[in-house]
């Protein structure tokens, strides 16, 4: 089976991670950071916003059982991509909504599904996604992989990520795994 990977930061990786842990097709979710200056960054270097790193998630998947654009779609669908360097509390650059395209058609996919959105009138502000080439990805530390499934009654993740889930469960029932 041929893999693909995709790249998409929507503010904490912890949400992003459960959310495209639980789709069909999809293999593999790893947090980390891209899209920054330095050379392998720690979660704190990270969170002081210095970097140019934004948390972001590898997705591997088998496009022969979820695509690209249903990926994207997703993306979309559970962060709000209006809020320049923010997602609810998390505020800064690292919690940039972006997409970093690894070649043209990913490129192109990108940027029709976001012009689609745009055209489409779901948000009153302007989408402030970037659309980046991809560069180079750094996986986070351990104890930030499988966050929300080791931390369920975690604070956090019950206030935060499982509304999250929830709305994907209720909308894309049909390519979950669970």
Known sequence: MATEKAYFATGCFWCTEAIFQKLKGVIRVTPGYSGGEVADPTYEEVCTGTTG???CIEIEFNPEAISYSQLLE???YTHD???LNRQGNDIGTQYRSAIFFLNETQREQAEQSKQALESSHTYDSPIVTEITQFEKFYPAEDYHKDY???NPDQGYCQVV???KVAKLRNKYIQLLTK
Do not use: C, D, L, M
Request: aromatic fraction near 20%.
């Open 148 to 150: 929300f499934t080791r």
């Open 161 to 163: 990520i499982a509304p």
């Open 81 to 83: 991509p209006t809020t």
């Open 74 to 76: 997703i993306f979309w």
């Open 53 to 55: 790193h934004a948390e």
